[in-house]
């Protein structure tokens, strides 16, 4: 079992910046950001993966950085030239094993909100 807690979420005008933090009960091997909007289905935003790569939708690269702190089992996202589009709850999940990535546990996902 992995719990996992994010924080960071608000809102902030278009253009603006927020980081995501999501604290995690131990390290898994697979990480990643997800969001979901209003009447969407969850997507994928960031991930680093049980080979530690990471990938980013392409919607979001260029303006968004996952990172991790190991020592603190702690995943962060950092989001640069927000856009409304990007407005959404945001999930922090973990899991997978040392040959896959899964994504077995997840938080209970914080709201960022992106005004024009």
């Known amino acids: 079992q992995v719990q996992l807690v994010e924080s960071g979420g608000g809102s902030v005008q278009a253009g603006g910046s927020l980081r995501l933090s999501c604290a995690a009960s131990r390290s898994a091997y697979c990480m990643g950001w997800f969001r979901q909007a209003s009447g969407k289905e969850r997507e994928r935003v960031a991930t680093?993966?049980?080979?530690?790569?990471?990938s980013y939708d392409d919607s979001v690269k260029g303006r968004f950085t996952i990172s991790q702190d190991n020592t603190k089992n702690t995943l962060y996202l950092d989001m640069n030239s927000l856009k409304p589009e990007d407005t959404a709850v945001y999930y922090c999940?973990?899991?997978?094993?040392?040959?896959?990535?899964?994504?077995?546990?997840w938080g209970q996902g914080t709201q960022v909100t992106v005004s024009s």
């Open positions: 680093i993966d049980n080979y530690k790569r990471i």
């Open positions: 999940a973990a899991g997978g094993s040392s040959w896959r990535c899964d994504f077995s546990y």
